[in-house]
């Protein structure tokens, strides 16, 4: 056997070793070990060397991740021993008189390579034994849920702060992709609830268990650019095993990767076959919050999945206008005018009146004492696309300047760009339209100066261009 330079100490440290399952063998003879001390601490022994007189067997505490990490292949047995967690690992001879031999403490990286596997010494059975199943029950569960997930990755579009994501953006992600999925889960539920109830109450009732039940669940992260793999748990869904139950429950994880996730976004087919299959409400309830992600300023994201089943493996996910327009139809100019004006009055008449109280008999005290509730600003989203024209000047831009238009107090209009800082006001929305349209040309116009005087704005501005 090989000449170790190790420290030698009096014998394992590992007390009454009981066999809990035989790993590996070869021709019959056990060549890798699970055993379990008295302390109930899981460890493994591997046999790495052997002469005329006896062998020798490498021993390692492991904690239960390490173990499941092996049996379920995601890990091989040489990554295990050159990786494991535990500080030192024993070296054992043992002689074939059973005479107890030398025992030594050596660190996983000072391993010779004569003791140590292959790369590709992946655990051999397509499944793990049956007694792992609930002996590691944490990590299957885990496990499971991972196999199930979609893999989302955000990245910083500056690097101010290098790599990292804030977690105000990491929260935004988070909040999106959970609106977007719980969205969806209240459509299909919606949709087979409707068809066997016609209380709506009562279809309300289970809509809200599933959407609570199927809330994704987070099955692993990682940090620094921020990756997170969010999970729908069918495994424990068992509410009332109805049909409609398991037939949700069969179908929300891949539906939602084929109707949502492996959609092209800059595909008009694929738009319209989306708003041929949801109306415009169950669209809004799933595809919004996705957009608001894909279009942000902040931040870049990428979407697969565990299983790389997505079909379009991509980068950056791109959200093309005309494809927004058919999913999310932009009202005109005339219904945001009207809608915002239906708002207005709407809010400025929910006061407390005495049955049969004419309200033009009250002075304004009375008013302000009997007022339910008031809104001052109705708002609404409003978007200046490509190509921006005005004054016979022409420039076309990557994504649509988002805006928001409201009411003041007075009853103007406003319309404001908070990116840029960007306000008019007045009674025309397209008198305010060409008046934000000026004031991005002119920052357009000052790009040079702007990457010296401002050099955070000029990187907001070169971003539409």
């Known amino acids: 056997m090989l000449d170790l330079k190790a420290i030698t100490i009096a014998a394992l440290p590992f007390a009454g070793l009981d066999l809990v399952e035989e790993l590996l063998a070869f021709e019959g003879t056990p060549t890798l070990l699970h055993l379990r001390d008295k302390e109930h601490d899981d460890v493994i022994a591997f046999w790495v060397d052997f002469d005329s007189a006896g062998n020798r067997w490498l021993y390692g505490k492991v904690d239960k991740a390490e173990l499941f990490d092996y049996l379920i292949r995601r890990k091989s047995l040489r990554s295990l021993l050159t990786t494991i967690h535990s500080e030192f690992l024993f070296l054992a001879d043992s002689y074939k008189d059973d005479k107890p031999g030398s025992v030594r403490m050596i660190k996983a990286r000072d391993l010779p390579e004569e003791y140590l596997p292959t790369g590709d010494s992946y655990y051999i059975e397509d499944e793990m034994p049956a007694y792992y199943v609930d002996y590691l029950t944490e990590y ?20 101010t702060h290098q790599d990292t994501v804030g977690a105000k953006e990491a929260a935004e992600v988070l909040n999106g992709m959970v609106s977007s999925i719980e969205g969806y889960v209240r459509v299909k539920a919606f949709n087979l609830l409707k068809e066997k109830y016609s209380d709506v109450r009562r279809i309300n009732k289970r809509i809200n268990a599933m959407r609570k039940h199927f809330s994704p669940r987070i099955a692993e992260a990682e940090f620094g650019s921020f990756e997170v793999w969010l999970a729908i748990d069918t495994l424990t869904f068992n509410l009332t095993e109805d049909e409609i139950d398991s037939k949700l429950r069969s179908e929300v994880i891949d539906g939602y990767r084929q109707d949502v996730l492996d959609v092209d976004f800059t595909s008009d087919e694929d738009a319209r076959i989306i708003s041929n299959k949801f109306n415009e409400d169950e669209r809004k309830m799933i595809y919004n919050p996705l957009f608001k992600l894909i279009e942000s ?169």
Request: proline share 4%; hydrophobic share 35%.
């Open 140 to 159: 299957n569960y885990i496990h499971k849920l991972r196999e199930k997930s979609y893999v989302v990755t955000v990245e910083p579009s500056s690097q």
């Open 297 to 465: 300023d902040d931040f870049d994201i990428t979407i697969s999945d565990f299983a790389h089943t997505l079909q379009r493996t991509r980068g950056k996910i791109k959200l093309k206008s005309s494809f927004k327009d058919i999913i999310m139809p932009q009202p005109t100019l005339e219904q945001v005018e009207d809608e915002l004006k239906k708002k207005n009055k709407i809010v400025s008449v929910f006061f407390n009146l005495k049955e049969g109280q004419d309200v033009t008999t009250l002075s304004k005290k009375n008013l302000l004492e009997n007022l339910l509730f008031t809104e001052n600003r109705a708002e609404a989203p409003f978007e200046i696309k490509s190509p921006i024209e005005v004054d016979g000047k022409t420039q076309k831009i990557k994504k649509p300047l988002r805006c928001t238009l409201s009411v003041d107090d007075a009853g103007n209009l406003v319309l404001f760009n908070s990116l840029f800082g960007l306000s008019a006001d007045g009674t025309d929305i397209q008198v305010l339209s060409d008046s934000i349209k000026r004031q991005f040309l002119q920052l357009v116009e000052s790009l040079i100066q702007l990457k010296e005087t401002d050099y955070p704005k000029y990187v907001q501005v070169s971003r539409f261009l």
